[in-house]
Structure formats: C-alpha cells, structure tokens
C-alpha cells in the first residue's frame, strides 16, 4: 500500500443547540455530535467507502474534508500537511486538490449556467489558464473525461436539456477541471434512475483509474459500496463502527449494526414475496443530542450485554486491516 | 382472461399528454389485471408512464394530460364515465388508496396528525369523531405506531414514522386496493426493510390488493407477485416474479438488462452493465420496438413493426420480436 493521501485523527463536530433559559443559567452547553471522534487514512488512489444511515454524520464528514466547516477537535491531515485550521488563502489552494460532487445533480447548478459556464467558473476563480483558449483546451478534455461526446454540443447546453445523468457527468467533470487529487463524492448517484446509475459509477471509476485520483464515496447503499470501493467504514451516530476491505466487510461482517444493514438489503432473487424478512435491529436511530451511554448502538442491539451500557467500546483491529469497535 | 376474482381490470388504456411540442403518449395501449390479495409491480426507469398509469386509474391524471380511451372495470364496472363526485364518493379511497411518491412530504406541516387523518375521513363518509377516533387509533396500531402520535406534528416525526402515517391513512376506509408509489425511495434501508416488511403483513391481515411501483428490480423483487415492466409507456414484459428473478430469467432484453445493471450484494462484479442511451422522447417515439434504438439484440423487424404483447409461457408475456415465433 502507499502512503496516506489523508489522515483523520479523532476529527469531531459537534454543533451547538439552542439552550432553554434554564440551562443557559446553569451554564449547560447542549451539542449535537455529528461527527464525535472519528480516525481513519485514505491511501493514495484509493476508493473508500462511508456507509451508514441518514444522521450518521457521513455528510458532515465529507464537508469538514472540504473545509466547508470548521471542525470542533481534531487533525486532518493532507499529504502530510495539517490542514484542521486554515486560513481563507490557504483554503481556496487546498480545494484545488480536494473537490467534491453532490448529491442533487438537479439543485447542484445555476440554471442560468450553460455547461461553459460551470465548468469555467472554477478555473477563473482559481486562476487556471490565461486565456479563453487555454481554459477551452481544459474543458474539453475533462468532458471527454466523463464520456460526455463530443464537448462541443454539450458545453453549450443549459442543465435543464441533459439528463440527471449527465447532469452528474458535468457535476464530475466540474471537478476534473481543476485537476484535484481527492474527490468527495456525497452519494452522486442516489438520485439517479438505476439504469444510469451503473454507468455513472462505471464512468467515475474509470476516470479514477486513467488520473490516478482518490475518492472518498459517502453513501448509504452497501450494494454500490461494495461495487465501487476498495475499503468501508460504516458509521453510525458520529462513530467509525466498522473498517475495513469491502469484501471483508460484506462477507465477514462483525459488528452487529452492519449485519442489520446488510439483512436490510434487497435483493433480486425469486420467490420471496411472501416471505417476512428478519432484520436484526430494534427501532430508529437515536437523536444525536442524546447519545446512548455506553455503546451507542446498545438500545437497538439484539446482542447487548450489560457491559455494552456502561463502557464504550473502542476501535480494535480483529483481522488484518478489518477494524470494529463492539465488545462482542 | 376471464377470472371472476379480478378486482381491477385495466383494458387498453390511452394517456396522452397535450404540450406545446405535441402530444406525449404517456401511456400507450395498456392492459392489466389484478386478483385479490395479489402484490402487482410496476417497474420502469422514470418517465416511462408508471405514475401516469396509477394515477390514470384514479382519474387524477393532471392536466393537460387526458385518458384517451380504454376502460378501468372495478369490480366489473368502468369507472371511465364517472363524474368527480362520484369517484370521491363510490372510487377515491373507497375502493383504492394511494400512497404517493415522497408521501412523507405529503403531509402539511401546520395540522397535527390527527387532524390530517380526520379530515381524509370527514371527506368521504359520515362518523361521528369519537368513532372516527377510535378507527384511527386501530389503524395506527395496525401500522406500528404509538396512539399519542395524534397530537403530533409532522416535524416531529422520522421518515419512516410519517410513511406509516401515510399508509394507515390510506387504509382508513378499508379499500380493496392500495397504490404505493415508490413508497421506499427516500428512506433509509433500514427503514426500508421495515416498511416492506409492514406492507406485507397489512396485505396478508387484510387480504389487500396491492400495486407497487418502483425503479428498482431489487425492491420488487421482495414484495410483487407479478410483474409489469413498463418502457416508454408500453409494457414490455409481464411475468410471475419466479419467472422474471428465476432460472429461466426475464426474456426482454430490456428486463434483463435492468436486472444485470442492479448492484448485488453477495456477488462481486468487476463492471457492472449499464443501458446505454436514455429513454426515448414521447413526443416523437421511435418506430416499430420502442426500445430497439437501445437494444443490443436488434433485428431488421424490431425497426419498422411494433411487437405485440405474447405469451411465452403460462402467465408469462413479452413484447419483443425475439420471442415471436411463427
């Protein structure tokens, strides 16, 4: 393996929550913790995987990585530099190398903007290429990228006449434009018709591969995590539960909330219309106002112990490389 | 067909759609059935007429969409020439319910559960509210959640909480069949699983009737009976679900396609196949096979005449010339 493109050390984000007079007179300080110490490295090239259910701080995530927040405690480390705390400078150098794609291909872009104009925003604002020339020379070359043939039909169109999936296509290639290294992708295909939503992974996977790029793919659908990552972590109310290899994690699965994840999977096969699924969790996710002491995921466990109420497990390595935190 | 256990009947249904470009076939030439206590899905990439067809059977087409011709028999009788007070009265949740897509955004946000449910009531029948309460709270029982959830407001409420409001809302006055359109699409999977879990067993409790719509093959694949796969506003293969997710697997290209292009779980695939191109504009559809500018198995004939729904095997139809011997 290669070095760590990104290291994530305890990273928190905890977002203050309007207190009733009381508790303001008592000096009480009541948090939401979204993302509540989470560790983990992406390595060079890498496709990785943040799975959990909505809540799970998996967005949240994803945009302290963008430094579209500022984070509560914690490291991120970028190709061996710490960017936790940046200034305005310095970030707009930093999300040259890291972009992202969003979730909505519909509300991701001005309607006002021919594809040109997405995509040569970024570049006037980050300053790449003199000329209108050299810009057109980029453009180009990124719509390519993404499959999108041949550039000069669609650069003049508005988002209104492509598709949801080519919408996603001009999504990636407004990414492409600036040649990052990282891409955060916030489930870039959840909105998108099924037919198409193999070819956006397939499109983004090769490109991944021709540029040599990393992703970090947030979504809550194991069956596209285990297609189009290498690693996944599942998350589940601000904490890493399982890390590991996607395989790994899909056929030898240890922590008992990915198990339920998984039972909770649909799939094609025969005969099952008069079947009753067991899915092996009790109730809803939690608020994260009012974590549960102890293991969090203790309430909805079938397999709680009295210890799981008291003491929060950590993250131990069980297997090379396969990560869990439960007391099982 | 002539099963006398048909609760619905759908017999050559014409949507069209008038718009500036022209007239969109939303819904071209569609027949169906549906027995008692059967599970129907509805499956199709959107825009293929899917939400059109149910809402068609409602009479809620929107405007300018218009049913062209063809007949809705329930319980044997058309339902076509029905005014509107008559469908409230005799058809509108009486008879069948809908549960719409991103239903749990169908809620208004100012009026307490209680007061949206009574009002669905209030609409269509004459009770008094202490009896109308009553049914509330055993439906709301029936669909798993807690009677004090009448005081509540919508925003109080998680996702899945406000799909089972939804749905007990929707089977209030005890209708024969129910219509969920893509009643999972926006939960989570956890969620999901528990609501298809709950639709089944309300269907097995109630003997419901119920057709479900969905994109995703995998979704159906836990709940329908039968499936109808629509492209491009005609159906293209109609199958028992053994047949279609079976050994002998969906025969339409189009099926089987859709179906090689849904993620597994359990099986690791290096590509997964895709469709190429987009469906087509309903506007100006293709000639002959709707699907044949994307088809990889075309033939000279699939260009010029359009296939005819025909039976391959007991109960088992398919629209593609492929299958077409003579």
């Not at chain 2, 029905?82 to 809908?98: D, F, P, Q, T, Y």
């Not at chain 2, 679900?241 to 025969?251: D, L």
Request: proline content about 6%.
């Amino acid at each position: 393996m290669s070095e760590p493109i990104l290291k994530i050390e305890n990273l928190h984000k905890w977002f203050p929550v309007r207190r009733t007079i009381i508790q303001l007179l008592k000096g009480e300080h009541v948090w939401v913790k979204a993302v509540d110490g989470i560790t983990f490295k992406i390595n060079q090239g890498e496709i990785f995987g943040l799975v959990g259910e909505s809540g799970c701080g998996k967005t949240t995530t994803g945009k302290l990585l963008m430094k579209l927040l500022e984070p509560t405690g914690g490291k991120i480390i970028f190709k061996g530099k710490d960017v936790t705390h940046l200034e305005e400078s310095k970030i707009k150098k930093y999300r040259r190398n890291v972009q992202m794609v969003f979730q909505d291909p519909y509300a991701s872009m001005n309607p006002r903007f021919r594809a040109w104009d997405v995509l040569e925003e970024p570049l006037i604002i980050h300053q790449v290429g003199e000329t209108r020339a050299e810009r057109e020379k980029i453009i180009r070359f990124s719509l390519k990228e993404v499959r999108l043939i041949p550039p000069e039909e669609f650069m003049e169109r508005f988002p209104h006449m492509l598709s949801g999936g080519q919408r996603q296509r001009v999504a990636t290639a407004r990414t492409l434009v600036l040649s990052p290294s990282m891409i955060v992708a916030d489930e870039p295909v959840s909105m998108i018709d099924l037919s198409t939503r193999a070819e956006i992974l397939h499109m983004m996977k090769t490109v991944q591969r021709e540029l040599g790029l990393t992703y970090l793919y947030i979504t809550h659908d194991l069956s596209t995590a285990r297609y189009f990552t290498d690693r996944i972590a599942v998350m589940y109310l601000g904490k890493i539960v399982e890390l590991g290899g996607a395989d790994e994690v899909i056929d030898n699965t240890l922590h008992p909330y990915t198990k339920a994840l998984i039972a909770a999977v649909c799939e094609p096969i025969p005969g099952k219309s008069n079947t009753i699924k067991e899915i092996p969790i009790k109730g809803e996710i939690p608020s994260a106002t009012n974590i549960p002491p102890g293991c969090r995921f203790h309430p909805r466990c079938l397999y709680a112990k009295p210890q799981c109420q008291e003491e929060e497990p950590t993250l131990i390595e069980v297997e090379e490389g396969h990560y869990v935190s439960c007391h099982l | 067909m002539a099963d006398t256990n048909n609760i619905l009947k759908v017999e050559k249904l014409k949507i069209n759609f008038l718009t500036r470009k022209g007239k969109v076939y939303a819904v071209d030439d569609i027949s169906f059935s549906l027995k008692k206590g059967e599970t129907i899905g509805l499956v199709g990439e959107s825009g293929c007429g899917k939400t059109t067809t149910v809402l068609g059977l409602m009479k809620m087409v929107p405007t300018p969409g218009e049913i062209i011709s063809g007949r809705i028999l329930i319980d044997g009788k058309d339902i076509i020439p029905l005014s509107e007070n008559e469908m409230r009265e005799k058809v509108r949740w009486v008879k069948i319910s809908m549960v719409f897509q991103g239903a749990m955004n169908c809620l208004t946000p100012v009026y307490t559960i209680g007061k949206q449910m009574m009002e669905t009531i209030q609409e269509h029948k004459e009770m008094a509210y202490s009896q109308a309460k009553k049914k509330m709270i055993n439906y709301l029982n029936l669909v798993g959640l807690p009677e004090d959830i009448i005081r509540r407001y919508p925003h109080e409420l998680s996702g899945g909480m406000k799909q089972r409001v939804v749905i007990a809302t929707a089977l209030f006055l005890e209708p024969d069949m129910v219509i969920c359109d893509e009643p999972t699409t926006a939960l989570d999977v956890v969620v999901q699983a528990q609501i298809i879990n709950l639709i089944k067993r309300l269907k097995k409790k109630l003997g419901l009737s119920v057709i479900f719509i969905t994109h995703d093959l995998a979704t159906e694949a836990e709940v329908a009976d039968r499936l109808l796969v629509m492209y491009a506003g005609k159906l293209v293969e109609v199958g028992k679900n053994e047949q279609v997710y079976g050994k002998g697997g969906p025969i339409h290209p189009y099926t089987e396609k859709l179906l090689k292009a849904t993620p597994r779980l359990h099986e690791k695939v290096e590509e997964l196949s895709f469709i190429p191109g987009t469906p087509p504009d309903l506007v100006d559809p293709p000639s002959g096979c709707r699907f044949h500018p994307r088809c990889s198995e075309v033939m000279e004939r699939c260009k010029k005449d359009e296939p005819p729904l025909i039976k391959v095997e007991p109960e088992h139809w398919i629209a593609c010339w492929r299958s077409y011997h003579e």
